[in-house]
């Protein structure tokens, strides 16, 4: 029997009506959510994400507040910009689109966010505190992904998860994450990169795999058992001649015989993807609501 066909989309919309019913509580209450957004640049994928991040924002009832710089802005200035959002009362969450152009130090702009607006959970204090299981903004993406596994009733508890990639956006927390002494934690974990000899020897043995490479076909069907989860996070540009745009996005699995041996599959796109702007909008809200709570 195929997989189950994980729909990020439907889930996210339901997480996002979730959302959206709490920011209007909490504006009716004074307390409108905002989300503090710098651009710098013309990259174009960087401004298509920011702006279905600015949209989304709208959608949920957050209030935000977009600053596009221009490509050569000085570190200076930046860092006066994510200042005046740190003291500005109305913002709860403040997201510096990555990458930056290469005269600006990223470790600089991230440390430089006041770590309880930091929802992207980037800022080394957030990162710490996740790792040591204290109360913090955790990364998007890996949130994103816990998100799918519980909404679909997958049990983590207890399960052998092999992770593929090591970033420090994705890989190394979602990775950290599901090993946390939590209940959507608890599992058995592997970390998997370019240093692992025989990749497959690992994600044969998973309940779980989540691929997060950035290559596609980096996992194939011989390389799962029967009746695994297989998340796929990766998003590559594949040449398509027969698209009008003449590639398609394609994650970092064999999709097709995956489908017919998995138990449940992320599609690319409308799998994880949907997911990340989701707990953006989520950790935003929790920001706010916990300034609102701090006020009462
Ligand atoms: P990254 O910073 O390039 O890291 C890739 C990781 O994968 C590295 O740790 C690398 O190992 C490892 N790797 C690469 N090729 C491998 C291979 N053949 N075998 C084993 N490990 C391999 O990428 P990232 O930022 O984590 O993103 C990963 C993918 O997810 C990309 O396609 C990105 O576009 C996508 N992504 C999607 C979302 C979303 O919202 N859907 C969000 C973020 C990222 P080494 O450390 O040894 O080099």
Not at 147 to 157: C, E, H, K, N
Request: aromatic share 4%; net charge negative; glycine share 10%.
């Amino acid at each position: 029997m195929p997989a189950q066909i994980i729909d990020g989309k439907q889930i996210a919309k339901a997480m996002r009506e979730e959302i959206r019913e709490e920011a209007l509580r909490l504006t009716a209450a004074g307390h409108q959510p905002g989300l503090g957004v710098v651009l710098v640049g013309e990259d174009p994928a960087s401004q298509s994400y920011v702006s279905a991040k600015e949209k989304a924002c709208e959608e949920a009832g957050l209030y935000s507040d977009d600053n596009r710089l221009p490509a050569d802005v000085s570190e200076a200035d930046l860092i006066a910009v994510v200042e005046r959002l740190n003291a500005d009362e109305r913002i709860h969450g403040i997201l510096v689109q990555l990458p930056l152009p290469a005269h600006i130090n990223e470790g600089r702009i991230l440390l430089a966010i006041d770590p309880d607006k930091d929802v992207d959970g980037f800022h080394p204090m957030n990162v710490g505190k996740m790792l040591i299981g204290e109360k913090a903004f955790i990364p998007c993406t890996p949130h994103g992904v816990v998100q799918l596994l519980v909404r679909s009733g997958i049990t983590i508890a207890g399960s052998h998860v092999v992770v593929v990639g090591r970033s420090n956006i994705v890989g190394k927390p979602v990775a950290a994450l599901l090993a946390r002494k939590h209940e959507h934690g608890n599992a058995t974990v592997t970390l998997c990169h370019t240093g692992t000899k025989d990749i497959g020897s690992f994600t044969r043995q998973a309940d779980i795999v989540i691929v997060a490479a950035g290559r596609p076909n980096t996992l194939t069907a011989d390389m799962i058992r029967e009746g695994a989860v297989v998340i796929d996070v990766g998003v590559n540009r594949v040449t398509d001649e027969t698209r009008k745009r003449g590639y398609r996005l394609a994650g970092d699995v064999d999709y097709e015989p995956i489908l017919e041996k998995a138990s449940f599959v992320t599609p690319v796109p409308g799998g994880v993807g949907p997911m990340t702007i989701t707990m953006l909008l989520f950790n935003t809200l929790e920001s706010a609501r916990m300034r609102a709570e701090s006020h009462a």
